[in-house]
């Protein structure tokens, strides 16, 4: 009798069904299409859960579900399993993120030649009849020796990058993660900013997740940085383009048309804006991933890595927890909280295009299995700049040393003001920037960013301001934020005198609007200001 029971509940691959129904002490149920209530039925008596997209995993499937060990994802995107539920009832959430790369990269490519030569309107008229109008209408764009900026240089853009030089494509390539070693490797030229790598560029390719910081990162202004009659490509997210603003620049002749697989409303409405063009564009309803080869690859890979979970213990591509027994877990688990904090805080305000980053351990903690804690922390780092469910705790060194970033581990035994201390710092060349913080009591805190002493939170929305050392600054902040209807929930200042500057740390209830974020800026004596949710 099987030990194991596995409900595959989307379809995937026959050979992946086939990986695990091969296992003696697996049993394997395919029952697609299940109304929610049928599937809450049912899921108790499984172990472990296959889904696709369609099967939503909520906190009540979670709690319905007693045995389940593990949920895994054929494919990438994990929006429709309810992670902090899985985390809560232990439960693994492992997804398949390198199943559809060549899938995606070439259907990009593909979008790209498509709108280059009015492939889509061309084939059209010929249908209707047009054919000696269509050949004087739809003259083409050659692509030799054109600029092409790839926004996101992860798995999905460095296999575009790859192909486009082939076609003797200049590449310039923008990620805040990418070392100058690694770009030399891959070819390509490092630029510093998005409005760098866009700058006289003829065509645009996007590769980057969905984020605050990148939705609607390709707008008027940096439209107007490309050279006349560019392109634009997006296979990632919609929200990554103001279309308004896309439709407005190809309206006025400075972009040439676009080819676009995904949109900021899927599906998309009838009269979207972009539909009424007339060349150079090319449309397609989000199948970046859909190939024979892709979902044979996710369906194989998400079946293996259960099979070997539930035999083995095994766990591969995990997104919400690693394997660790209970005592080291609750040694180090405030420190697992801190360091993400620490490696989000370094994302927004640590330097772009890293070589290292080094955690140092003071004190005790020193002397602790402290391994999990690093990858945490360079995990929160990483992520921000990869598509969700690209980088987890188990693939994030294999990650970092594919963008050539260096994780460095070292024990410190200089005393500090505190017993234990964890600090972790951001390196490019000789710019670095550290951010430390500890345990006080049960709480984690961080205690010192950029060598100035401040005590705040690790969790919440934070504004963080560089300014001048001089009476007021404070209290301009204070009525900036009051007259916008903003609450002070913390304040934290710190204080350089012999460079007469100052950081001030304030934690407000909720994220700043852009308007608010560029009016505190406008204040005399800020430096700088980033917000910060961590």
Same mark, same amino acid.
Do not use: W
């Given at each position: 009798?099987?030990s194991?029971?596995?409900?595959?509940s989307?379809?995937i691959?026959?050979?992946?069904?086939?990986?695990?129904?091969?296992?003696?002490?697996?049993e394997?149920?395919v029952?697609?299409?299940?109304?929610?209530?049928?599937?809450?039925k049912i899921?108790?008596?499984y172990?472990a859960?296959v889904?696709?997209?369609?099967?939503?995993?909520?906190?009540?499937?979670?709690?319905?579900?007693k045995?389940?060990?593990?949920?895994g994802?054929a494919g990438?995107?994990?929006?429709?399993?309810?992670r902090?539920a899985?985390?809560?009832?232990?439960?693994?959430?492992?997804n398949?993120?390198?199943?559809?790369?060549?899938?995606?990269?070439?259907?990009?490519f593909?979008?790209m030649l498509?709108?280059?030569?009015n492939i889509?309107p061309a084939?059209?008229?010929?249908?209707a009849?047009d054919?000696?109008?269509?050949?004087k209408?739809?003259?083409?764009?050659?692509l030799?020796?054109?600029?092409?900026a790839v926004?996101?240089?992860?798995?999905?853009?460095?296999e575009?990058?790859?192909?486009?030089?082939?076609?003797?494509?200049?590449?310039?390539?923008?990620?805040?993660?990418?070392t100058?070693?690694?770009a030399?490797?891959?070819?390509?030229?490092?630029?510093?900013?998005p409005?760098?790598?866009?700058s006289?560029?003829?065509?645009?390719?996007l590769?980057?997740?969905?984020?605050?910081?990148?939705?609607h990162?390709?707008?008027?202004e940096?439209l107007?940085?490309?050279?006349?009659?560019?392109?634009?490509v997006?296979?990632?997210?919609?929200?990554?383009i103001?279309?308004?603003?896309l439709?407005?620049?190809?309206?006025?002749?400075?972009?040439a048309?676009?080819?676009?697989?995904?949109?900021?409303?899927?599906p998309?409405?009838?009269?979207?804006p972009?539909?009424?063009?007339?060349k150079?564009?090319?449309?397609?309803?989000h199948?970046g991933?859909?190939t024979?080869?892709?979902?044979?690859?996710?369906?194989?890979?998400?079946?293996?890595q259960i099979?070997?979970?539930?035999?083995?213990?095994?766990i591969?591509?995990?997104?919400?927890?690693?394997?660790?027994d209970?005592?080291?877990l609750?040694?180090?688990?405030?420190?697992?909280?801190?360091?993400?904090?620490?490696?989000?805080?370094?994302?927004?305000?640590?330097p772009?295009?890293?070589?290292?980053l080094r955690?140092?351990?003071?004190?005790?903690l020193?002397?602790?299995? *402290?391994? /999990?804690?690093?990858?945490?922390?360079?995990? #929160?780092l +990483?992520?921000? !700049?990869r598509?969700?469910? @690209?980088? &987890?705790?188990?693939?994030?060194?294999t990650?970092?040393?594919?963008?050539?970033i260096?994780l460095?581990?070292?024990?410190?035994?200089?005393?500090?003001?505190?017993n234990?201390?964890?600090v972790?710092?951001?390196?490019?060349?000789?710019?670095?920037?550290?951010?430390?913080?500890?345990?006080?009591?049960?709480s984690p805190?961080?205690?010192?960013?950029?060598?100035l002493?401040?005590d705040?939170?690790?969790?919440?929305?934070?504004?963080?301001?560089?300014?001048d050392d001089?009476?007021?600054?404070v209290g301009?902040?204070? *009525?900036? /934020?009051?007259?916008?209807?903003?609450?002070? #929930?913390? +304040?934290?200042? !710190?204080?350089?005198?012999? @460079?007469? &500057?100052?950081?001030?740390i304030?934690?407000?209830?909720?994220?700043?609007?852009?308007?608010?974020?560029?009016?505190?800026?406008?204040?005399?004596?800020?430096?700088?200001?980033?917000?910060?949710?961590l």
């Open positions: 009798m099987a194991y029971r596995v409900l595959v989307d379809p691959s026959d050979k992946g069904v086939e990986a695990l129904a091969s296992h003696p002490e697996i394997v149920d029952n697609t299409g299940l109304a929610p209530e049928d599937f809450l899921i108790p008596d172990d859960l889904v696709r997209s369609q099967t939503k995993v909520t906190a009540e499937v979670f709690a319905a579900a045995k389940l060990r593990a949920v994802r990438v995107g994990v929006d429709n399993i309810d902090q899985a985390t809560d009832h232990g439960v693994i959430v492992m398949t993120p390198t199943g559809n790369t060549i899938s995606t990269a070439e259907h990009a593909t979008l498509s709108a280059a030569r889509g084939h059209t008229a010929v249908l009849g054919f000696k109008a269509a050949r209408a739809f003259q083409g764009i050659e030799n020796g054109k600029r092409l926004i996101g240089m992860g798995r999905i853009g460095s575009f990058a790859k192909r486009a030089q082939a076609f003797n494509m200049q590449v310039v390539a923008y990620d805040p993660f990418l100058q070693a690694r030399d490797e891959l070819k390509v030229e490092l630029a510093e900013s409005d760098i790598a866009l006289g560029a003829d065509v645009v390719t590769h980057v997740p969905m984020t605050e910081e990148t939705k990162l390709l707008n008027s940096r107007a940085l490309m050279n006349p009659g560019a392109l634009v997006n296979c990632a997210r919609g929200g990554l103001d279309e308004a603003d439709k407005a620049a190809i309206d006025s002749g400075h972009i048309g676009c080819a676009l697989d995904v949109f900021e409303e899927e998309p409405p009838s009269d979207h972009l539909f009424a063009l007339a150079h564009i090319a449309f397609t309803p199948l991933a859909s024979n080869e892709a979902q044979e690859n996710v369906g194989i890979q998400v079946a293996e099979r070997d979970f539930l035999a083995t213990g095994e591969r591509n995990a997104i919400n927890m690693p394997s660790l209970a005592s080291a609750a040694e180090v688990a405030p420190y697992l909280e801190l360091g993400a904090a620490l490696g989000r805080l370094l994302a927004k305000l640590g772009e295009n890293p070589d290292s955690i140092s351990y003071h004190g005790p020193a002397k602790k299995d *402290t391994a /999990l804690v690093a990858r945490t922390a360079l995990t #929160a +990483l992520e921000t !700049a598509p969700d469910g @690209q980088v &987890n705790i188990v693939n994030v060194p990650v970092a040393k594919d963008m050539g260096d460095v581990e070292s024990t410190i035994n200089a005393k500090t003001e505190y234990e201390l964890l972790a710092e951001l390196r490019r060349g000789d710019i670095r920037f550290r951010a430390a913080g500890t345990i006080i009591g049960r805190r961080i205690v010192e960013i950029d060598r002493y401040v705040t939170n690790i969790n919440g929305h934070f504004l963080i301001v560089r300014n001089r009476p007021g600054i301009a902040l204070g *009525t900036l /934020l009051g007259n916008a209807n903003q609450n002070i #929930a913390n +304040l934290s200042l !710190a204080r350089n005198k012999s @460079q007469g &500057n100052a950081l001030t304030i934690e407000v209830d909720a994220p700043l609007s852009g308007d608010i974020m560029e009016s505190v800026r406008g204040i005399p004596g800020v430096l700088s200001a980033t917000g910060v949710t």
